[in-house]
T-cell receptor, first 112, second 112 residues
């Protein structure tokens, strides 16, 4: 069964303390892996798409990487405004092209 | 640039009532979808559309109907509300199945 698991469920960091969020996946074939950020009371906001193992993408203090089994979202020197829930989603080959498998998210809290 | 607009933002229904959640996008996206988000779970796809006049079921379609008469609008109808449909509903649109989605701000629905 296709599955996406995010860890940890919640992460509290001090401002400036770098860390990583994990998204592990089990799918028959990966077509794409997506990262989103979601602020309380709002819809998810698209961050990155990764398509193949070894690929990396960066945006400000965020860097996403991809292996054959998992993706990491690295946060370097985070600021309080980086506090949000980060969602990972996977698109599998073979199934419907429009159905994403979503993780439950990691809630990130950055304390000043 | 409005993006994806959802109305209403909040709604309380009694069991058995029907209603329509509205979704409109102004980006000329062909792909639109409806998700529900429940605590501790990943987003779950209800219905999606790949263009005007074309819709299909997602993971949890029971109790919901959709139609797509124009590129811009993709309403979601609850036929006979049940407490199990209490959730936050998000509409999303995209250029294609392998592109990031733009989400609306959500509708928080409570069925009593």
């Amino acid at each position: 069964e296709d599955q996406v698991t995010q860890s940890p469920e919640a992460l509290r960091l001090q401002e400036g303390e770098s860390s990583s969020l994990n998204c592990s996946y089990t799918v028959s074939g990966l077509r794409g892996l997506f990262w989103y950020r979601q602020d309380p009371g709002k819809g998810p906001e698209f961050l990155f798409t990764l398509y193949s193992a070894g690929e990396e993408k960066e945006k400000e203090r965020l860097k996403a990487t991809l292996t054959k089994k998992e993706s990491f979202l690295h946060i370097t020197a985070p600021k309080p405004e980086d506090s949000a829930t980060y969602l990972c989603a996977v698109q599998a080959r073979g199934g419907s092209n429009y159905q994403l498998i979503w993780g439950a998210g990691t809630k990130l809290i950055i304390k000043p | 640039n409005a993006g994806v607009t959802q109305t209403p933002k909040f709604q309380v229904l009694k069991t058995g009532q029907s209603m329509t959640l509205q979704c409109a996008q102004d980006m000329n996206h062909e792909y639109m979808s409806w998700y529900r988000q429940d605590p501790g779970m990943g987003l779950r796809l209800i219905h999606y559309s790949v263009g005007a006049g074309i819709t299909d079921q997602g993971e949890v379609p029971n109790g919901y109907n959709v139609s797509r008469s124009t590129t811009e609008d993709f309403p979601l109808r609850l036929l006979s509300a049940a407490p199990s449909q209490t959730s936050v509903y998000f509409c999303a649109s995209s250029w294609g199945d392998n592109y990031g989605y733009t989400f609306g701000s959500g509708t928080r629905l409570t069925v009593v």
